[in-house]
């Protein structure tokens, strides 16, 4: 099995958060945006592939993934923004529940912003190769993109990999952050047990770098936060 996704080109803060440049037929799409001022890192990191950015879709709302939506859509003038139908509304400041949804407390850094997307998506669409996964409970309209070309899943935020492979349905050491931002994590669970379902052959998370054969990694993240 190759070590490292063919498809994907990491970006990261620190090591401490991610985005990534997924290749397409007609240049790139950016998968999440990291924190704030991000945009010329993410810029030069395409300029180095040769590509153009062609697209962002965003995993989902918190802070330290669209933060620096803005500063692209004005170094890339015309590219697309694409986040989930659910989750865009976090974008504009309405932190209001869906009937049916958990009564539980939205955590987590929610921004807003001033652009606004050109467009959005549901699970099952396409996002150029990536295909379009619901995995709520981080927040309400999470997902996760899975590239069928290597098996290569985005998680997003449903797992992270500081410090070992975990779900954020559960706070655990050393990297707790991301689990204490989760809105509803009977939910989060749910969704990771899904995400394992597709078995990927990489993990590409929003903190934490990329693990190859992820799967019996992902099975004991699982069991721990259950």
Known sequence: MPTSSSSIT??????????????????????????????????AAAQRLGQPIKRIALTHAHGDHVGSVDELAKLVPGVEVLISTRDARFLTGDKSLDPGEPDDKLRGGYVTLATRPTSTFAPGDRVGSLEVVAAPGHTPGHVAFFDPRDRTLLAGDAYTTIGGVATTA???????????????????LDS???????????????HGKVVAAPLAAMDAAIAKAS
């Open 10 to 43: 990491r970006i990261s803060r620190a090591g401490f958060v991610n985005a990534y440049l997924v290749a397409e037929d007609d240049g790139l799409t950016v998968v999440d945006t990291m924190v704030k001022g991000s945009g010329k890192r993410i810029v």
């Open 170 to 188: 559960k706070p655990g050491f050393p990297f707790p952050l991301a689990a204490m931002s989760t809105w509803s994590r009977a939910t989060e």
């Open 192 to 206: 990771a047990k899904a995400l394992r379902a597709l078995e990927p052959a990489f993990l590409a998370p929003g």
